[in-house]
């Protein structure tokens, strides 16, 4: 069956928003003649700019009043979509939403009562698999033969000219190894590797290699990112709070390596051609792992909790397996310049 519009409920979190650039592809793959129309909370907006994949960018503030939710809904109606797809796998109120929208045909994963709004149920995978392959199993439902896989953001111009000009501005030279780092994880804190570690991490990357270490973080992370920057023998160039999500992703893109914990970063990074080692703690990455090959390493320990998916873990046994000096070990594999 052919559709002319088609609307997409997009994801809340940044690194499902990176999971879900596959299912897009394959769906504008499927229906190249439909106008593909994606509705995603505007904090994640950036993301998808400039994918080829999608005709409209519609957002909307996750928190908006009871006034201005009726009101959306009269929006979305006399759009006259006539396929809803809803990558979120429980939410009811995305199920509603395109169902109070007068969309005819709604297809997302199976989850108790929200069923009652969808006219085509997809049943969960039986066996664990990575998030890209859970939102490619909806195109799979209608029909789609999915060729292409690969996530994607796009580059933005200016945000590569604000990523050079920061750098000039906190003393980079062209010629200097740079290291960019990402301690956190909004999830919680049983996904971040200890702030000590990462501090001593930091130093000796800055000592041994002579680099320059970027230190990212989230508006709300000052406090965590303060802490490894004052358990550090050197200075790091403190990100904290200061970039865009096009901002971001420009500035991994000029580093020579990218070192994270399982997070959002994490996912925007595997778009660009940065090397990536990539911590994990409480969840799992054959799950949420970096979608692609090469150029990445994943230190994993797999202790007999794991993986338990705690935002919060007093233990913490499987971060604690993981030393400073592996983890050196793993980055000296992207810095033999």
């Known amino acids: 069956m052919e559709y002319e519009r088609i609307l997409v409920k997009g994801v809340n979190w940044v690194g499902d928003a990176i999971f879900i650039t596959p299912a897009l592809s394959a769906l504008r793959s499927g229906f190249p003649k439909a106008r593909i129309s994606l509705l995603t909370p505007e904090n994640l907006a950036e993301i998808y700019q400039g994918n080829p994949d999608i005709d409209e960018l519609i957002t909307y503030r996750r928190r908006g ?3 201005e939710r009726i009101r959306f809904i009269r929006t979305l109606k006399e759009k006259r979509f006539d396929l809803g797809i809803i990558m979120q796998s429980t939410s009811y109120e995305a199920a509603l939403l395109l169902f109070l929208a007068g969309i005819p045909e709604r297809i997302g994963y199976t989850h108790s009562l929200r069923n009652l709004f969808l006219t085509k149920v997809v049943e969960r995978p039986k066996s664990p698999q990575h998030e890209v ?13 999915i060729e292409r ?10 945000a590569k000219e604000w990523a050079e000009d920061f750098l000039i501005e906190n003393g980079y ?5 740079l290291i960019g780092i990402f301690p956190g994880a909004y999830f919680g804190p049983a996904k971040r590797w200890f702030p000590e570690r990462y501090a001593a991490l930091a130093s000796r990357l800055m000592k041994d290699y002579g680099a320059k270490v970027v230190l990212f973080g989230e508006r709300n992370d000052p406090p965590f990112t303060q802490k490894i920057i004052d358990n550090m023998t050197t200075t790091p160039i403190d990100a904290t709070g200061k970039t865009s999500l096009k901002q971001l992703r420009a500035l991994i893109g000029k580093c020579h390596l990218f070192i ?9 990074a595997s778009t660009t051609k940065t090397p990536i080692v990539a911590l994990f703690g409480s969840s799992d990455p054959k799950k949420t ?3 692609r090959e090469g150029d990445c390493t994943i230190i994993y320990r797999k ?4 993986p338990c998916f705690k935002r919060s873990c007093r233990s913490l046994t499987c971060f604690k397996a993981i030393t400073i000096e592996e983890v050196l070990q793993a980055a000296g594999k992207y ?3």
């Open 289 to 291: 792992g970096p979608w």
């Open 260 to 268: 994270t914990n399982d997070s959002g970063p994490l996912q925007i």
């Open 65 to 67: 009043s009871l006034k």
């Open 303 to 306: 202790v007999p909790c794991s």
């Open 173 to 177: 030279k062209e010629n200097d190894p």
């Open 133 to 145: 392959d859970f939102f490619l199993g909806l195109m799979k439902a209608l029909g789609i033969k």
């Open 335 to 337: 810095l033999n310049f």
């Open 149 to 158: 896989r690969e996530v994607f953001m796009a580059e933005n111009r200016e």
